[in-house]
């Protein structure tokens, strides 16, 4: 196997910055330099986002800055001994020792042990004690060498059962036995603080004579922990980053969360509240599988406030939503394709009426037409269920959707639409986590996801719908789409700007959607003599594509503003924009909303003034540049999107080159970013 490091990649006793991000950037160029990595700055971008996701500082005044990075051709590890010491976020201060780990995307099990071996051996005083004592770059590669040959110890997860480790085990009858915890630790990388957290947990719980055994959930590899040892635990400590694997294996027990880093700095004080944790009856537990999981989860995210709640909401409804939108409008765009666009009047009695053998007037081109126009228009007809279901998915977990599903259907059977829906989704997700987290007797227990919570949070959410807010949304609805309409004729390009601002300011989120629905709600109501909706559907459907192709040309013309994940992104851009999926440029918008936002309101703006100025319709509700056939004007179609993609494209490139151009990298990342 290649050695890791070498001479090369060690650097002693100079100043490499003032921050985190001019120590990392020095080390990527070592590792780019040693052959190990095609480009610096790819490297670079990967690794300090990963720093700022947690910082990387542990005690000690150690640094372990890693990321896995498309740009490293060869697992490496840099090291660094500074002559001035950088705050990496660490609560006991800046860090001297600076040990930067890149692997590659699809690193091997092997690589990945050993670093993981070697972040462990940093949180041992001798091993770091000899690294500052190191007089020569070989010294500090024989002394990483030595750590990565000597015998491992028993991994946390693999210790003997905690039964054989106590007095009662043994034969002896004791009055006290030890307290049992066990643990999950996970980091989004798996590669260095997964292992760190353990071991320090393992070491605090040994001082303290607790039994603690751990489940590392990291790159190299997991061993769930036996379910007799979970069972016989008194608490759980969960120090991770990302979801845990096979959570409900600890339903019922007391459980402690934090953030993996917490595992490293104050492991004493976690196994302290776990054990007080077992003891208090009242104390947060692991909910069971089922209806408190999701909910449960979300009230856990550290810092999470009610608008962020929400936003995770109705994304998540959205995500579930697209598929319906894309293959429906698709099919309706084919249907149109072989039936002509009269086939909406026809479509219901020929496939009810006709088969292969018996054709209808026009033969099979209409008949196949009409079945696949069908087919679309039911995958459409769920649009707003799959939003309200989905969105009570994202709070209730799955009791949620049934009663979400329903809510979403009352909002379409009285015209409330897709505001309806986003109210009775939440309606039902919060109706369900409440009841949900209802103490009821274990024989009833069972039937609470299945049967009781949908019922009740259905009778609630659609309830209210039907008596209460149906009515009042539906005229709101109503009143929305009078106002858009209204704007039509005269002020048809001050439309065409509002169209392309809502398209472009959320990327396919409720404003997004609000401007989608009312395009597809008149598609219906257009004709030859009245084309006006088709105006807005091709309006809507421009200015939509716009974001996603702005993204991908500003990432073929600028990449050095983009990280190596945004350059990544942005290929598959093209083909999203191409077909009219907003959604595309959603990971450049959450990464730099304030550049990217705007930008995109900019480019989409122009777009929808000039689809309306010119007359440019569509018959399709979806497709983009694949339901070409749908379109008319599509030579001033296709040049409103290219004159919206160059604006937003030019206008995200100015934004983050001289738009509040000071660089959070230049800035020390503050020690209480660590917890």
């Known amino acids: 196997m290649t050695q890791l490091i070498t001479p090369q990649l060690v650097t002693l006793d100079q100043n490499l910055g003032d921050s985190p991000a001019d120590v990392i950037r020095v080390l990527a160029g070592k590792v780019a330099a040693s052959g190990r990595a095609s480009e610096v700055e790819g490297l670079f971008a990967d690794a300090f986002a990963r720093e700022q996701k947690t910082a990387t500082g542990v005690p000690g005044g150690i640094a372990i800055p890693h990321c896995r990075s498309a740009a490293v051709t060869e697992p490496a590890l840099a090291m660094a001994r500074l002559s001035h010491k950088v705050d990496f976020g660490a609560k006991d201060g800046p860090a001297d020792l600076i040990f930067f780990i890149a692997a590659p995307d699809g690193a091997d099990q092997e690589h990945l042990k050993l670093l993981s071996k070697l972040a462990r051996s940093l949180i041992k005083k001798d091993f770091t004690a000899a690294l500052r004592a190191a007089a020569t770059e070989q010294d500090i590669v024989d002394l990483v060498d030595g750590a990565l040959a000597d015998k491992p110890a028993a991994a946390p997860a693999e210790a003997a059962p905690a039964a054989a480790a106590t007095p009662a085990a043994a034969g002896t009858t004791t009055a006290s036995a030890p307290k049992r915890i066990v643990a999950v630790t996970a980091c989004p990388t798996g590669i260095a603080h997964t292992y760190m957290a353990a071991d320090s947990l393992v070491a605090a719980a040994k001082e303290m004579g607790v039994d603690l055994q751990v489940e590392t959930q990291g790159s190299s590899g997991a061993k769930p922990l036996d379910p007799a040892v979970i069972a016989a635990a008194d608490a759980v400590i969960f120090a991770v980053d990302v979801d845990v694997r096979g959570k409900e294996r600890f339903a019922g027990k007391p459980v402690i969360n934090a953030p993996v880093k917490r595992g490293i700095d104050e492991p004493t004080k976690m196994v302290q509240e776990a054990l007080a944790a077992a003891e208090d009856p009242r104390a947060r537990r692991v909910p069971h599988f089922g209806s408190e999981e999701q909910a449960e989860r979300a009230e856990e995210e550290k810092g999470e406030h009610i608008g962020q709640k929400l936003k995770r909401a109705l994304l998540t409804g959205v995500s579930y939503m697209i598929p319906f939108v894309a293959g429906g409008g698709l099919l309706i765009a084919l249907g149109f394709l072989l039936g002509g666009y009269d086939i909406t009047e026809v479509a219901d009695k020929v496939v009810l009426e006709n088969n292969f053998g018996n054709l209808p007037e026009g033969g099979l081109a209409i008949y196949l037409g009409a079945v696949l126009f069908k087919i679309g228009a039911l995958s459409m007809g769920f649009l707003v269920p799959a939003l309200a279901g989905y969105i009570a998915y994202a709070i209730a977990d799955r009791p949620g959707i049934a009663p979400g599903f329903v809510a979403g259907a009352v909002s379409g059977f009285m015209g409330a639409g897709f505001l309806g829906g986003i109210v009775g989704g939440l309606l039902a997700g919060y109706m369900a986590h409440l009841i949900g987290t209802w103490q009821v007797p274990r024989w009833l227990r069972g039937l609470m996801p299945v049967v009781i919570i949908p019922l ?220």
Not at 473 to 493: K, P
Not at 500 to 508: A, P, T, Y
Not at 529 to 550: C, E, H, R, S
Not at 600 to 613: D, E, I, N, R
């Open 456 to 675: 009740l949070a259905s009778i609630f959410a659609s309830g209210l719908m039907f008596l209460v807010l149906g009515g009042p949304i539906a005229a709101l609805t109503v009143a929305l789409n009078t106002w858009l309409t209204g704007m039509s004729g005269a002020s048809a390009v001050v439309l065409g700007i509002i169209l392309g601002l809502m398209m472009c300011f959320d990327l396919g989120g409720p404003v997004n959607k609000v401007a989608y629905a009312f395009a597809v709600a008149g598609l219906s109501a257009g004709s030859a003599d009245n084309q006006a909706p088709w105006m807005i559907m091709g309006t809507v459907m421009a200015a939509g594509m716009v974001p996603p192709l702005a993204m991908a040309l500003a990432t073929a013309l600028d990449k050095k503003v983009f990280t190596l994940n945004e350059r990544e992104n942005g290929k598959a851009a093209w083909l999203l924009g191409a077909s009219f999926i907003s959604e595309g440029a959603i990971p450049f918008a959450a990464a730099d909303p304030l550049r990217v936002i705007p930008a995109s309101m900019l480019g989409g703006a122009l777009t929808g003034a000039l689809c309306m100025a010119t007359g440019v319709t569509s018959q399709a509700p979806h497709g983009g540049f694949f339901v070409f056939f749908a379109i008319g004007n599509l030579v001033m179609f296709v040049v409103a999107i290219l004159a919206g993609m160059v604006v937003s494209a030019l206008a995200v490139i100015a934004l983050k080159r001289w738009a509040v151009r000071k660089p959070v990298e230049a800035e020390p990342v503050p020690a209480t970013a660590s917890v």
